[in-house]
């Protein structure tokens, strides 16, 4: 049966507590004061920083003989900044299995919690999904409050709120939602924060877990949410208006409200010329099209539709495909799976076997069985170009792999008209989608004229004055 | 219920996917794949009798193996009461499915030009696969010979025949090229006139018996065929769909010029050759109460080359003199007034008088249409202009 | 979600004319020959003045159904409703066939199986059980597809292109006039499907003009087209049943590109499907209002009419001619009531109270 309150008696009240945590890396260590009054310290082994504890704890207040022992008076006699009080035993146990330690003295019907937690992190480096080459190098790690400080020192403003939430029943995980005050609707902040606290799971070991539950769409195939693993991006999106949510234990932030656009846009944007970056945002859309689309096509046109491809390219691929035994769709189905497997598989594997797996996907699987013939040269060419294309907006690579197979069980269904079916079918479900109250498909639909500058195309930022409007920010303007 | 009608949407997502699944595995909706089409690059049509002999010339796949590609060629004929049953005596007799997709050309034979080619080219007005932007042609002899022919052009006949029908040869004013399109509106217009160019393949000079077995595998190999050099400088006129006449290449090229086409073609006259650099043709219809005629061209020339020493300075100048350019203009008249005549006397309304009528004054054109060309008063002016 | 003035005005100037491209352009020239301009211009300033009228009865932000429940009572306007329904399904029947005509030529290169339209059901199943609304941001994207389609194709074939074809004017008479008036009331029944529409969107100042400007504006690139298309098929207009799929077909350059019209054909196809499923979705939406359909049964509803609609298509599978020349020719007079007449009742209704009221 948990204690409901403390009793004043550190023995006890530590016993008490160290009930509910009996694991063995919780420690208990007793001392008593110049005046003989006895203190009771409950932490967990790995994740408080010993030394950090006793130079600031321990020492002063085993040298205290002070009369006064209310809590306030003892906090002004520790070292530690970061220094309060808990009342409720299950509060403080989740706060030692936080790291932080938590102490009991005589009378108090308070624990002391001292902020000496010491997790360990690994350095900030360059993320790996997120690699520029030209701009800050700097990542998110693991650690939450690393991360709020790489923002923190990007955003030196008092508008700049950060508001700590705990998700989780057992992993009691810390989630930071951020915000810029005035720049962000406070609409998405209370709906941000109201469906984090609506969320009873008990462990949240990754902020990918949050998604679905952002999500207004939760078995949608495309992403509502949107995710960076960069700082700078993550402060460019709340100047922007948008929220932003740091979890403990993961380097993926999200971003709310998420626009299909943003992934065609990056980080160097605004390192190169305006033209460069507007012609590299429609080579990526370009680049995202082939690879949905081609794979389709190329199966529409042999079976459906020959008049597709000139006469010429016909006879080449028609002479590739004699004799291979299986029909167009079921060939480029089949190689396309093979990629799909190719991928998942040298992501998964060690780096110095991935090598050897692409050599052997590429030159093995790939031309044996050209020469075998169980495969003719230009699917492996289709699939492989729509392989490419797929990395070229990397953020949408899940969707966009999943939308080329369905596109080619349509293709290989009823031609170029279930292709273009099932892009209406895409289309209307993109438009209707819409998240925190902001559509999925702005600033095209519905359109916003305004923010047109900024999509596809992409203005110099010297004229890109206001805030995106399709986030309705109630700080319009960004710049004057 | 209401639970029930609240999971339907996601049951019937998983149905549909389950039947995109069925078909895109079972994959037949009556479609003719890529392996069971013959894809026919041209077709010559001859009539035999009441009937009709179509031979498509297909294209199939070069080379023995997977990884290379190419055009080569092969004929098939079929024979049937309409070219439609051709068509169908070419799939019963071989499996493969012919499509007219890619279908660019089409050569009709003498006895095909003979009677109303409208018999035949019907099939091709009327299906909605095979484009209307198809070029028509008429040939000496039979249509099966010309495409079946070895062109020392080209591996396969149906493009050695295009490279002589393309815009570069068009200019030159040497051929007159026509589409489906444009001979049916001719033939359904008001004028029922129309031509194509008119196809003599002419042996090369030189061309060792043997020799024409380049042709590529898969194609029917004719080791013993010779190789053939195509000409298309003359025009087949048609009236009312039938061959009315054959324009000379003279002829052709004042056509060409009337039309406007030529740019950089040549015009030879007493031992020169000048090139026309720039050209306007018209033909206007006369505002008079009588039916007249006038045909107009303006040419902008240089002198290119002739057949006699020139001094240094002649030949940095390339102007023309004053006696050249009357000559010239008097050459033009003439090939001018030669195919008027050529055309007032077959009846064909080969430069759409009757349509000009028709659109410039529907009452006149009420009037006048049953008037036989040869009746109209014509006028031409032709104009040869040297640079300044 | 809601549909804005903007995104109708966008449906008025790109998505209408783009549904008038396909039969319409051969029935024309059939009809009035090379005067085929003159009937089509007539209709377009008949509708737009029309979409003016329905525009300005949108200024009460009121649907058709709360219109007539307000002027008539609950079930005479159910009545109405319902026999707009009926009309908006009826009207729907011409484009679904177009629709599979197009299906059939500009998808295959052989006559493929009955079973690949049906799909399109599937499809309109879906989109009719969306909210109208959902449209506008369709129309969003679809209005610049559409521009982009149009002038594609008319850049395309502008080298084959003798506008003189066009000449002489009225040669056609009132004859051929009155013919193509007559033949074209199956393709502009615009004012119909904007009544649909109002109260679904707020009205802006100026709309009713600007949406009858906007609709001249996008009938300016329609009449563009029909004289393009005569100008390139002359007399064989008549033979060209899809007409926007096959008037490009003759740039020169085409054998050196490969078949690039087809991605503006692609494009205009993509967007007709679009506006052919509009009078279904008006239909279910007005159904759905009028009788107060629980929300689970809306789907259905939608179902439901796709499946008659299939049913209609399949039965009418082998005559296809007929039934289009029986729309065009014996039952175009059922199109005027429900543009025309039920508009300017309304706006007399409606106009009047609000002149007693001022």
């Known amino acids: 049966m948990q204690p409901e309150k403390l009793t004043g008696d550190p023995a006890r009240d530590g016993a008490a507590l160290r009930a509910l945590l009996p694991a063995q890396d919780i420690l208990t260590f007793r001392f008593s004061d110049a005046r003989g009054r006895a203190y009771v310290c409950l932490f967990a082994d790995a994740l408080t920083d010993k030394q950090l504890l006793a130079e600031q704890v321990f020492l002063p207040l085993s040298r205290y003989a002070g009369e006064q022992t209310e809590a306030h008076t003892l906090a002004q006699h520790t070292l530690s900044p970061e220094v309060r009080t808990e009342g409720a035993p299950e509060r403080l146990a989740e706060e030692v299995l936080a790291g932080n330690p938590v102490l009991f003295w005589e009378g108090a019907d308070e624990g002391l919690v001292v902020g000496t937690k010491k997790v360990p992190v690994r350095a900030v480096a360059e993320p790996p999904t997120d690699v520029a080459i030209k701009g800050p190098r700097e990542g998110f790690i693991e650690d939450v409050k690393t991360n709020t400080s790489l923002v923190r020192r990007r955003l030196k403003t008092g508008e700049l709120r950060i508001e700590m939430l705990t998700v989780g029943r057992r992993s009691a995980t810390s989630v930071a939602l951020c915000w810029l005050e005035g720049t962000c609707r406070a609409a998405v902040v209370e709906e941000v924060r109201d469906r984090l606290s609506a969320i009873d799971i008990d462990a949240l070991p990754d902020s990918s877990y949050l998604t679905r539950f952002l999500s207004s769409r939760p078995y949608s195939l495309v992403k509502q949410v949107g995710t960076t693993e960069k700082p700078d991006i993550f402060c460019a999106k709340l100047a922007e208006g948008r929220a932003g949510i740091l979890v403990d234990g993961s380097p993926i932030a999200l971003t709310l409200p998420y626009l299909l656009v943003e992934d065609f846009q990056s980080a160097e944007d605004n390192f190169v010329p305006a033209f460069r970056a507007t012609f590299t945002r429609f080579l990526r859309l370009f680049a995202l099209l082939v690879a949905i689309y081609l794979p389709a096509f190329y199966v529409a046109a042999q079976l459906f539709k020959l008049q597709l491809l000139p006469v010429k390219l016909l006879l080449t691929i028609a002479g590739s495909i004699r004799d291979i035994p299986l029909s167009p769709s079921l060939e480029m189905l089949l190689v396309l799976l093979v990629l799909e497997v190719l991928n998942e598989a040298s992501i998964r594997m060690p780096k110095y076997v991935g090598m050897a797996l692409s050599v052997v996907g590429a030159l093995v699987l790939g031309e044996t069985a050209v020469s075998a013939g169980f495969v003719s040269t230009p699917a492996i060419i289709i699939v492989a170009f729509s392989g490419i294309g797929l990395y070229a907006v990397p953020n949408l690579i899940e969707e966009t792999s999943v939308l080329r197979l369905v596109m080619l069980l349509a293709a290989g269904s009823v031609g170029t008209y279930g292709i273009v079916l099932l892009s209406a079918l895409v289309l209307v479900y993109l438009v209707t989608t819409e998240n925190f109250g902001v ?35 109630p700080n319009k303007r960004r710049q004057t | 219920m ?49 009937a009709f002999s179509l031979t498509a010339q297909i294209a199939v796949p070069k080379g023995t193996d997977r990884t290379t590609g190419g055009t080569s060629s092969v004929e098939i004929e079929g024979k049937g009461a309409t070219v439609s049953d051709c068509l169908t005596d070419i799939y019963a007799r071989t499996g493969w499915v012919p499509k007219l997709i890619y279908c660019d050309l089409v050569v009709l034979g003498e006895s095909a030009a003979a009677g109303d080619v409208f018999d035949c080219l019907d099939f091709f007005l009327r299906n909605e696969y095979i ?26 006949s149906a ?49 060792a018996q043997g020799q024409g077995g380049a042709r590529s595998s898969g194609g029917t190999q004719q080791p013993q065929q010779e190789e053939k050099i195509y000409s298309a400088r003359e025009t087949a006129i048609f009236s009312g769909g039938r061959l009315a006449a054959l324009l000379s290449a003279e002829e052709t090229f004042a056509f060409s010029l009337l039309e406007g086409n030529v740019y950089a073609g040549t015009l030879t006259e007493g031992g020169k050759t ?40 002649r030949l940095a100048k390339g102007t023309l003199t004053d006696a050249e350019e009357a000559r010239l203009s008097d050459l033009l008249t003439r090939r001018l007034q030669a195919l008027w005549e050529r055309c007032a006397r077959a009846d064909c309304d080969l430069l759409f008088v009757r349509r000009s009528l028709w659109r410039a004054s529907p009452a006149r054109y009420a009037a006048w249409k049953d008037i036989p060309l040869s009746d109209y008063a014509v006028t031409v002016l032709a104009r040869a202009e040297g640079l300044r | ?28 020239a059939a009809a009035a020959g090379n005067d085929l301009l003159f009937p089509a211009l007539a209709q377009l300033l008949v509708q737009a003045a029309l979409i003016f009228g329905v525009l300005l009865l949108s200024r009460r932000e009121r649907t058709l159904f709360s219109l007539l429940e307000g002027a008539a009572g609950k079930w005479f306007a159910r009545v109405v409703c319902l026999l707009f329904s009926l009309f908006l399904l009826f009207a729907a029947l011409l484009p679904v066939i177009e629709q599979k005509i197009m299906v059939r030529s ?18 309109s199943a879906y989109l009719c059980s969306r909210p109208l609304a959902a449209l506008g941001r369709m129309w969003d994207i679809l209005a610049p597809l559409a521009a982009v389609g149009i002038a594609g194709i008319l850049l395309l074939c502008t080298g084959s292109c003798d506008l003189a074809a066009l000449a002489p004017a009225g040669a056609a008479g009132w004859r051929g006039f009155g013919s193509g008036m007559t033949v074209t009331c199956s393709w502009f029944y615009d004012s119909a499907l904007l009544l649909g529409l109002i109260g679904r969107f707020p009205y802006r100042k100026g709309l009713a003009w600007k949406g009858a400007l906007c609709y001249l504006a996008g009938g300016a690139a329609l009449l563009l087209f029909l004289a393009v298309f005569y100008g390139v098929f002359g007399e064989i207009a008549v033979l060209q049943t899809l007409g926007f799929a096959r008037v490009s077909a003759f740039f020169r350059a085409l054998p050196v590109l490969g078949r690039i019209d087809y991605l503006f054909v692609f494009a205009l196809a993509f967007v007709m499907t679009f506006y052919v499923i509009l009078p279904m979705q008006e239909a279910v939406g007005t159904v759905a209002e009028a009788f107060g359909s629980p929300a689970p049964l809306a789907p259905l509803l939608s179902v439901g009419v796709n499946l008659a609609m299939l049913a209609a298509v399949y039965a009418l599978h082998f005559s296809p001619s007929a039934t289009v020349s029986a729309m065009t020719s014996s039952l175009f007079w059922i199109y005027p009531i429900f543009t025309a007449a039920l508009p300017l009742l309304l706006a007399l209704r409606f106009g009047r109270r609000h002149a007693r009221i001022s």
């Open chain 2, 131 to 156: 484009p209307d932007a198809c070029l028509l042609a008429a040939c000496e002899g039979s249509a099966k010979e010309l495409i079946s022919s070895t062109s020392a052009i080209d591996d396969t």
């Open chain 1, 439 to 473: 559509p999925l498909a702005a600033p095209f639909a519905p359109l916003v004229a305004r923010d047109l500058k900024d999509c596809f195309l992409k203005y110099n930022l010297r004229s890109l004055k206001m805030r995106p409007a399709s986030l309705a920010s």
């Open chain 2, 274 to 313: 000048y090139v026309i650099l720039q050209e306007r043709g018209s033909t206007q219809i006369g505002e008079a109460d009588a039916p007249a005629v006038t045909l107009r061209v303006d040419c902008k020339l240089q002198l290119y080359g002739e057949d006699s020493t020139s001094s240094p300075e």
């Open chain 3, 106 to 123: 500009i998808f295959y290169d052989t006559i493929p199986a009955h079973l690949v339209f049906t799909p399109f059901f599937l499809f």
């Open chain 3, 1 to 28: 979600m809601k549909l804005c003035s903007r995104q109708i005005l966008f449906f008025l100037a790109a998505v209408a004319p783009v549904g008038k491209m396909v039969l319409m352009p051969a029935r024309l």
């Open chain 2, 159 to 207: 493009l050695a025949l295009e490279k002589l029908f393309s815009a570069a040869a068009e200019k030159s004013g040497q051929v007159m090229t026509t589409t489906l399109r444009e001979f049916a509106i001719g033939y359904y217009g008001k004028s029922g006139s129309g031509y194509m160019p008119y196809v003599r393949a002419e042996q090369q000079e030189g061309s």
């Open chain 2, 2 to 50: 209401h639970a029930f009608l609240k999971r339907l949407p996601m049951k019937l997502w998983i149905l549909l996917f389950a039947l995109a699944v069925f078909t895109f595995f079972s994959n037949d909706f009556a479609l003719v794949d890529i392996q069971k089409t013959a894809l026919v690059l041209a077709a010559g049509i001859d009539r035999e009798g009441e």
